[in-house]
């Protein structure tokens, strides 16, 4: 699992770096103009129906029925369910996604973004049809990938993320000065295309072959819709939470709701290399334990991934929220991206880092649920917090702009991480080793703040030094340099603490490289 797990986060790296890249190129092209405010808009109703009918909801729902099945060694029966539910998702794929190209004008006018110009409005209307044809494909491609985990095949999963990044930034350096804005909307769809198909070829050795089956009344499909319900629901409340966003930025200055988009994929950056890649990992096997009937197996394996976690995603929290300006300007500040775009997406961003350890950590924690096949209890929660979430945002626009949005996430965010942290103990039989978990994370805490002030102190002699001398000379960029030296002075500080504390992290971390280098 360890040596997956680091597989898998090589790629998450590559499709993190990749996913950089495409917002570096599409900032230089647009920045936080109306045109691009327009693009992200039409995205949210692809996306919501994607989300909702084949994202995260079929596949939390899909691999516990799934695994259960290949884990008995009986592949035909599974192939079957998958079959099945490929068909169907497709029907309800393709059914959603013309209803919603129909009404497009009035989703957009009325509900979507009623705070832009109705130029801006009827640009969203034709994005949105345009990117529609990629909720389809996707929705075929997230099965695929949740079968391929299932039977403990991640390497094709992980790389579809990359290709779907490199097609949007070929079609942002190759279509969008042509086609404007639309050109990134083709981008969207040929990169779904090219997110199935690098799948395929795997899925095909693993045994698939096409199956014209449908049915309602297999007890696998119904398993998995009743499994889908909790989290159809919870993910429900997840888009309309970016949605009440899209509506109040719509209102607000021009590019409020791209430094949003900027500052969320920077947030994400390493939520996705760290905690995605290694919850990708865990998930089948906390399935595998929890059908086996081995909690106490599932208990030490979750608590060792939630420590993993918090370790690695604390650090990089900090490091980024001291440097935010300077790295903002180094990935994105060129073309249309001016240096007002940095201000934006920095003001939005210090706001967002407040809540990236725990979305890392609900990455292992709602799999944790899953695991045990409860999905009630992560949904129920999960509303709660996304309700309140909603109304933080509402109550912190008036005083913090696009930032109140920001901060409300986190906030609810914290709360929900908490809450379903406690709830899980309380279902496993032996309960979670708090004191460990309270210890590790006091640690870790501690030395990724030491670390911050290091970094803090190390930024601000350094532009002393800048301003006194007029730059470093050799027409060497200075916030490279500020960059670079902080990086390295915060992973020497980090781990000096952490050493000094004799953080068992530390330890596990150093034994699981060792441990891969040797396979």
Known sequence: MAGAALLVMLFFVLSRLSGLLREMVIGARFGTAAE?????????????????????????????????????????????????????????????SVMAAF??????????????????QALTAALMRLMLAGTVIFGISGLVMAALNATQHFLAPAAAPVLYNGAIILAAATLAPAYGVHGL?????????????????????????????????????????LL???????????????????ILASGLDVGALSALNYAWLLMLLPQGVIAQGVATVVFPTFSALSASGQL????RTFERALRVIIFLVAPAAMLLFVLREPVIALLLERGAFDAQSTRLVAYALQFYLIGLLFHSMLEIIVRGFYALQDTWTPVSIGVLAMIGNIALSLALVG?????GLALANSLATLVETCALLWLFGRRLPAGLDWRSLLVAAFKTLTAAALMGLAVWAWEHWLDTRFDAHGGIGSGIDP????????????????????????SEEWTLTTTLLRRRRSL
Request: one cysteine or more; a positive charge; aromatic letters at 12%.
């Open 103 to 120: 009404f497009a004008e009035p989703i957009v006018r009325f509900v979507l973004a009623p705070g832009f110009t109705p130029a801006q």
């Open 36 to 96: 691009y405010d327009a693009y992200l808009a039409a995205f949210r109703i692809p996306d919501l129906l994607f989300q909702l009918a084949a994202g995260g909801a079929l596949g939390s729902a899909f691999i516990p029925v799934f695994a259960a099945w290949w884990v008995k060694e009986e592949k035909r029966e599974a192939w079957l369910l998958f079959s099945r539910m490929l068909n169907l998702i497709v029907l309800v794929l393709v059914m959603l």
């Open 479 to 502: 916030r490279w340099v500020l960059v670079s030296s902080a990086a390295l002075l915060a992973a020497a500080c980090y781990l000096l603490v952490h050493q000094l504390l004799r």
């Open 185 to 225: 909307a083709i981008g969207v769809v040929l990169g779904a295309l090219a997110h199935l198909l690098v799948q395929l070829p795997a899925l095909w050795r693993k045994g698939w072959r096409p199956q014209p089956a449908l049915s309602l009344s297999d007890p696998g499909v119904r398993k998995v819709g």
């Open 399 to 403: 005083r913090l702009s696009f930032g």
């Open 296 to 299: 106490d197996a599932l208990r």
């Open 228 to 246: 889908m319900g909790p989290r159809v629901l919870g993910l429900f409340f997840v888009q309309l939470h970016f949605l009440v966003n899209t």
